[in-house]
Structures are given as structure tokens and as C-alpha cells.
């Protein structure tokens, strides 16, 4: 991939909210795109800025692999005051006249539920999907587990209610499920250096990041969920059956070539990118794939 300077491209006036790093649009290809600045590491004081822009573009390209809707992203860099920054280009799905609505605005709808439409209570998000009448409950279920899944294998610990969600048509009333986005807090964005060697040389360090950290946004009676421990658990046959989904069109290898690919990214970056991904699919999807597959066919070692 060759990586683009986006100084060069005309701005648009059109602004975009959220905290996670600053934003501006720009026009590539006639085009809109919300230009993504690199925020500061709030958490790890001892980086300048966080890899947030490597994990929204690897992030969306991995949703893209696995064939569920995603914004297109690109990487590139923004010269400021001289300074060169690492940015990723995410491309504007709305248009005149088809707006973004996040699911959060859906859930306040539901004037009987006991959480606004901010509140991650598992339940409360699954009753929503049932008694809202604007998008099929299937698909909309669907898409809520099949994004678990993934967000499962990929770290992010930050998929609430405000990013994601669906497009409404203001002239025909009509609301779509909207392409995945927002994916910069999958993949550690705020490992560093020493963070990413301590992984890749002591197993325990692998290990607590797969069954310990990230945990999900959402919640199960009050508590964050776990990823591991939810998705082996299998108790929840929606999303068991997007396990199954979704487990089948993860390709490694294509998973490596995007990683190889990626711009920017030192030896030690994609070595680190590389051995999460796999470590997280073998550890966590696989093996509570595997659970799934010996209680269907009544095996119990």
C-alpha cells in the first residue's frame, strides 16, 4: 500500500465529534473522508501518542476481510506546523440527506427500559433489538453478535453504544444498518515499544492480554464482560451461532498479507499485530468454537 499526504487534498467545512483524537474532512477522489489525528496516550504516559491510527486501519481492513460492511480507511500523513503526523483516512458514509444515527439514539426510544440509551447491560441492549421497529430484529441481532465476534479476536474495548449503528434517509423515513466504524481502540493502541517485546518474550504477559485485557464494553449483570470467558461459555445461542459464522471466514494468511502491507509499521510492530491475532483466534474464537462443536455432537472429553 502506498501511504498518500493528505496536507495536499482540500478541506471541508463538515466537522465530527468524538473524543478519541482530533478530526477534520477532507476530499479525496471527489469524496469525503474524516481525517483521524493521533491522540494522546492518556493511559501510558511514557508514549507521545498512542497507535489509535494503526488500530482503526487494521481494525476496519480485518472487518473487511471477513465480508461485514466497514468504512474504508486508508493511512497517510498530515504535515502540521511542519511537523509529519501518521493519520488514517476514514470514508464518510453519510450524504445529503442520509444522516448517522448510533444505536444509542435507538435504545432511547424504549421509554420502559431502566438504562438511557448509553447504558451496555447486555439485556437491556437485547431487549431493544426486539421491541424497536425500525430495522429487522434478526439483522439487527446479527450484526450485534457477528461485531462481537470479531471485536472479540481484535481487542476492542470500546465498541458502546455511541459507535455504532445506522443510516437514516431524512427524505424517505427509512433506516439501513450503517458500515462498522470507529475500530481505534482494537489492537492495544497504546502499547509501546516495551510493551509490545514484554508480550512477544514472556507467555504471561501474551496471556494476560488475551484472557484478562481487553474486556468488552458490555455489560452482564453490572461487570464488563470478558471476552474469553463469555464467548467459552456458550451461553448465548445468537452468539454461538455468529461464532460459527464468523470463525469460517477468518484467513490467516489474507490476516498476514494486510499486517505485511500496512505502512508505517516497524518489524517489531507487525511481529506484535501478528502473534496477538493469532493467539487471540487459537485461544479465544477456536477454542470456544471447538466447545461448541463438541456439545452439538454430544462429545465431552
Known sequence: ???????????????????????ICILYNNAPYMLKFPPMAKQNKDMSYSNSCFSEYLGCQIYESIGIPVQKTMLGTYTVRGKEKIVVACGDFTEPGVVLQDFASLKNQMIDSEQNGYGTELSDILMTFEEQTVIDPKTLTERFWDMFIVDAWIGNWDRHN??????????????????????????????????MESVLENPDELKFRIYEIPTSAIMLNGKKIRYFDFLSSLQNEDCNRALKRIVPRIH???????????????????RFYQTVLTERKRLILDFSLDALERRMTGFSS
Open 1 to 23: 500500500m502506498t501511504a498518500l499526504d493528505f496536507t495536499q487534498f482540500p478541506r471541508r467545512n463538515k466537522m465530527y465529534a468524538g473524543a478519541n483524537g482530533n478530526k
Open 162 to 195: 455511541g459507535n455504532w449503528g445506522f443510516l437514516y434517509d431524512t427524505r424517505t423515513d427509512e433506516m439501513e444498518l450503517a458500515p462498522v466504524y470507529d475500530c481505534g481502540s482494537c489492537l492495544y493502541p497504546q502499547a509501546d515499544e516495551k510493551i
Open 252 to 270: 490467516p494468511e489474507h490476516i498476514q498479507q494486510i499486517i505485511e502491507n500496512t505502512p508505517f509499521l516497524s518489524d517489531l510492530q507487525r
